[in-house]
């Protein structure tokens, strides 16, 4: 009886014991997949805040100041918002652990009567500024949207990066056959939204005639930033009160945001730091570098195999798979490791002990797996006899897959234009692509010049020591190509000092390459802004030097070549500079070939924002005389050293074209001319070269004068010059420079690759990048 009692004793023990360590382990393994510290709350309304973040502004809850979230408490239910009063209060709406948070929208909204303007507490501008902010804006989960029938919508954040589309109907019936879609009618929509863009944004709205002739269905127009595939377009939102749309789309359409922690410092440099403190990732995690345009930082995530928040101690825990069968592949035994685990077969079996594998089978099988040994040997034979076969065939293949690499590139239509239009193969070399692999080290990042709308342009050092520019499309489809096509059949037909020389072309490789002379001086932009407000060496003389070597080539494209050819965009980035400050004009990728027996082409409208012929942009019409308008806006940069396009400036000033016109209308021309021309060329010069300039950017396409009348204007201006250019030898050149040092040539600035290119593609897709005001003071 004693020994009864004492057993069972011993057993009440064993039992509460057990239950005690089985509730542990459940209280720990609970406590270790928190997502907010310790004594925190995780949720604010019906929002889950993860730590980095935490609710307070104390920042005991969260991992710095700058993932502080304030819970408001006014409403019902609580809502949250970033702390920050930058940030203007901003809503959020999820945060999830993937490094994405979603916030409640901002919309600018512009209504007008009457062909004016109401005012508004917004007067159609709408800003978010995630300044100090470990947050960026998604320049892949968000579209730039804008609704309405008269409207031009831009987004930009005042450093050079802008993008924007038009939207346009004459009616509600017009717009009802587009329903649902933002294809220019009622709506349109941006396809990306630039890199740059990340620490903020303003969007702003514009309208071609201010509502008149469609203000009986649609008075106010709206632009917003939306998360993609979350706006459809109702034909209804254009009559629809523009408080009640921005309500709907305030509660739907959020905005996609990217956290991040480290700022400014990648995986790499927060470990090494002393202690790493600083470090956010804790134990059995993976650290991921983060980077969106000038924002640098990482992310952290579990190590596969564990669970929990990689940025709250302890960090990871294993995931026990065996505990879960459908976590774990075993057919038999499962043994739990430190991120995985490992299956295996009981005593007196053998194989893998995978259900999808051998699984567990008795040794008195292996009979039967001899059999199978021999059959997979069997196997494992004819696969080697069939991989000879293949390597053998597809060896035999090589030539023919060059041709149909030739074909898909375009030579057969290479060759057919080039026929056409009296040039030849034989005038350009075919390299092959094992030379221009080893001329650019493997297309090596570091040889990249230059990033554009039509292809990457890469440094390259052929085998006889000749540095070449290689231009390689981005991607390898039929439009592409024709673009390809479009600039080699070009530039073969093309013998001038002032154009860059094409060398030769390569169509073996997925994607055409074409090879160019190395200009080594950089891009005429480069020269007139990098040392702006200085003295340089971009005297009154090496301007009026430039602007007649490049109006030269101009008219020689429009009245010399053998067919007539339209460049279409002019302007600053495309001229460059050889050794000896020789303008070469380049990028020949959106020009147009014009039938000698035709004065003008009907084409989709492509140029360069602040560069575009208003005329050209109006009717899609492209004559010669769209060329001589970019060349006005391009002298006008060179007399003032100001961009064509600048958001920087004040309204009146932002389009620098308009902004001349009107400095000379109110005889103001010297103010605005930069200081170093003033002191070095009269004023009767000046006043010649800007009367010239008046008369390129001539709204009327058939006042302007033709580019053989600007080429001798600025030849005559030339001549008045004491020192002509092509009289000074190298020592003077040197001098004169001030021992300026040559600059690799880049095909495409910085500030220009972003959103300045714009192609409209007719009424089913008019993407324009313009600011209607600039074009339209009030």
């Avoid at 008269?150 to 987004?155: C, H, K």
């Avoid at 480290?262 to 470090?279: D, F, I, P, W």
């Avoid at 030769?504 to 802004?529: A, D, K, M, Q």
């Amino acid at each position: 009886m004693q020994v009864e009692k004492q057993s069972f004793t011993l057993f009440s023990c064993f039992f509460w014991l057990t239950n005690f360590s089985i509730l542990f382990l459940i209280t720990t393994s609970i406590d270790a997949i928190s997502i907010a510290k310790f004594g925190c709350p995780t949720k604010c309304g019906n929002v889950t805040i993860p730590y980095p973040f935490g609710i307070g502004l104390d920042g005991y809850c969260s991992l710095s100041p700058a993932y502080n979230i304030y819970c408001n408490t006014s409403f019902v239910p609580h809502k949250p918002f970033l702390s920050s009063t930058i940030t203007g209060q901003l809503e959020i709406i999820q945060i999830s652990n993937n490094g994405i948070m979603r916030i409640r929208n901002n919309i600018s909204i512009k209504c007008y009567q009457q062909g004016k303007v109401l005012q508004s507490k917004s007067n159609g501008i709408a800003t978010i500024n995630l300044t100090n902010l470990p947050l960026v804006v998604s320049d892949t989960a968000n579209k730039f949207t804008a609704i309405g029938c008269d409207e031009v919508a831009v987004i930009a954040d005042g450093n050079g990066h802008a993008s924007g589309c038009a939207a346009m109907c004459t009616s509600l019936q017009n717009a009802v056959e587009y329903n649902k879609s933002c294809l220019g009618i009622g709506c349109c929509q941006t396809i990306t939204i630039p890199k740059g863009l990340t620490t903020s944004y303003v969007t702003s709205l514009g309208s071609m005639f201010n509502h008149v002739n469609v203000s009986d269905f649609n008075s106010c127009g709206a632009a917003f930033l939306a998360e993609h595939d979350k706006f459809t377009f109702d034909v209804d939102d254009l009559s629809d009160t523009h408080t009640k749309f921005m309500n709907r789309v305030m509660e739907n359409v959020p905005v996609v945001l990217d956290w991040f922690v480290g700022v400014n410092e990648t995986c790499h440099q927060a470990q090494k730091t002393s202690s790493r403190s600083g470090y956010a990732c804790q134990d059995n995690t993976n650290c991921t570098d983060f980077v969106a345009g000038s924002t640098l930082g990482y992310r952290c995530s579990c190590l596969p195999g564990y669970q929990g928040n990689p940025y709250l101690s302890p960090g990871c825990i294993d995931i026990d798979e065996c505990g879960d069968n459908s976590r774990n592949s075993c057919s038999h035994i499962c043994i739990n490791t430190g991120g995985s685990y490992v299956c295996s077969c009981p005593k007196g079996h053998y194989g893998d002990g995978l259900k999808n594998g051998t699984r567990c089978s008795s040794k008195r099988s292996q009979a039967f797996l001899k059999i199978s040994l021999g059959i997979s040997l069997g196997f494992l034979i004819l696969l080697v006899l069939v991989s000879w076969i293949y390597f053998t065939t597809k060896k035999r293949k090589l030539t023919r897959l060059r041709e149909s690499f030739f074909e898909k590139n375009g030579g057969m239509l290479l060759t057919r234009e080039l026929s056409s239009n009296g040039g030849t193969m034989e005038s350009s070399k075919i390299f092959t692509s094992d030379e221009l692999k080893i001329a650019t080290n493997n297309y090596h990042d570091n040889c990249i010049l230059g990033k554009g709308g039509y292809g990457t342009v890469y440094k390259g050092i052929l085998k006889d020591g000749r540095e070449v520019a290689i231009k390689k499309s981005i991607v390898a489809d039929k439009t592409q190509v024709e673009q390809f096509i479009n600039e080699v059949v070009i530039l073969t037909q093309i013998n001038h000092r002032n154009v860059v020389k094409l060398l030769g072309c390569c169509l073996e490789t997925e994607v055409p390459l074409l090879v160019y002379e190395f200009i080594s001086n950089g891009t005429l932009f480069e020269h007139i802004h990098r040392n702006k407000g200085i003295t340089s060496w971009l005297t009154w003389e090496n301007c009026i030097k430039l602007a007649s070597e490049a109006a030269n080539a101009l008219s020689y494209l429009h009245s010399a070549a053998s067919t007539p050819v339209i460049h279409r965009d002019v302007k600053s980035t495309n001229i460059l500079l050889d050794k000896s400050y020789t303008a070469k004009i380049s990028d020949f990728g959106a020009s147009r070939l014009i039938p000698i027996d035709q004065t003008q082409v009907t084409t989709l409208v492509q140029g360069t924002l602040g560069y575009l012929d208003p005329e050209y942009l109006q009717t899609s019409l492209l004559t010669e005389k769209s060329d001589v308008y970019s060349f006005g806006v391009l002298l006008t940069e060179l007399l003032t050293r100001e961009k064509p396009l600048s958001l920087d400036r004040s309204l009146e000033e932002r389009n620098l074209a308009l902004y001349f016109l009107l400095a000379m209308k109110e005889d103001r021309l010297m103010d605005i001319v930069d200081s170093q021309l003033v002191s070095e060329a009269s004023e009767e010069q000046l006043i010649t070269l800007a009367n010239l300039v008046k008369k390129c950017l001539n709204v009327q396409g058939e006042d302007r004068p033709t580019m053989k009348e600007v080429a001798l204007e600025l030849e005559g201006l030339k001549q008045q010059n004491g020192h002509p250019w092509v009289k000074q030898n190298h020592e003077e050149t040197n001098t004169i420079l001030g021992g300026q040092q040559d600059i690799i040539a880049d095909y495409s600035n910085n500030h220009n690759w972003n959103t300045s290119t714009i192609e409209i593609t007719g009424q089913h897709a008019m993407e324009i990048i313009m600011v209607s005001e600039l074009n339209h003071p009030r």
